[in-house]
């Protein structure tokens, strides 16, 4: 029978389950809240998700192990590390704590568990299934809500001594630049994400008299997708809103391969969809701050997955 592995994807909101074979189908997929205040009562939940997945796809093959992508995830530990966002992760106090998901998954299911950060698995799950496949050196550059990313190099995972590793998004991208709620200033975070994007459409509507559709919005809830259908229309601010965006996150990726030298950078997430409007102007600030034998070398791809499945596939990647 073929082999399968089952992939978790971890949310503040919702989990997704899923049992995955070796060429990336998914037989078989569950959504769960992760709205729940007790960590005994998210892992019933969880465990109790996972039994039945496997019963519904036995006829299929057997699964081997689970593979779980969360944030502030350690591989190395098997734990997660005061995730903010997650409530059933919290202590007594209410306050973000140590929660040793893998072990105790693994108690509650007999199967063995593998945990990483988010980022992480979505850069193993484009290696096995996506773009990155049959390349040992790139970056994955998540580009949501937030930044999140994953360094491959030499075919694995840059973990780190402590497994936290490769948080690209919070490198200073602006000096002195937007507060970041991680508590630092001009993190990449802050300009690259989605929302980066609308906290840099309400300066320019504030520093600016130029005519925009986006003026007949609120400059409070303007959203990321707001300023691409305006793009689309062929407005100019929400067409400088994105080549800004692209020029600083073009500028960051060239200090990126300066450390390790990937052969491709790939990105992945909702702001992706408006890479028609930064593209051009991310790529010419990489290489315009590139060293010389870098220019013009380093491949840009964009994820090939399908966004609703990729986080469950991302870890699923880590049973192989």
Partial sequence: MERL??????GGQSSKCGVVTQGGTILEQSVVTSLIDNFDDYLKLLADTVKELIRKTA???FVTGIGIGAPNANYLDGTIRYAPNLTWARDANGKPGVIHLADRLKEATGLHVSITNDANAAALGERTYGVAQGINDFIMITLGTGVGSGIITNGGLLYGHDGFAGELGH????KDGRQCNCGLKGCLETY????GVARTAREFLQN????????KLDPEKISSKDIYDAAVQGDEMAK???????????????DFVKFSSP???VLFGGLTKSREFFHDEMVQAMND???QIWKNRIQILYSSLKESDAAILGASSMVW
């Fill in 289 to 291: 701050n590139l060293m």
């Fill in 263 to 265: 052969k491709a950078i």
């Fill in 240 to 254: 400088e809103i994105f080549a800004f965006t692209g020029r600083i996150l073009g500028r960051a990726l060239a």
């Fill in 171 to 174: 490198v200073c991208a602006v």
């Fill in 59 to 61: 006829s299929q093959g």
């Fill in 5 to 10: 592995a089952i992939g978790i994807d971890i």
């Fill in 192 to 195: 690259a994400s989605a929302m």
């Fill in 208 to 215: 600016s008299s130029q005519e925009s559709l986006l003026r």
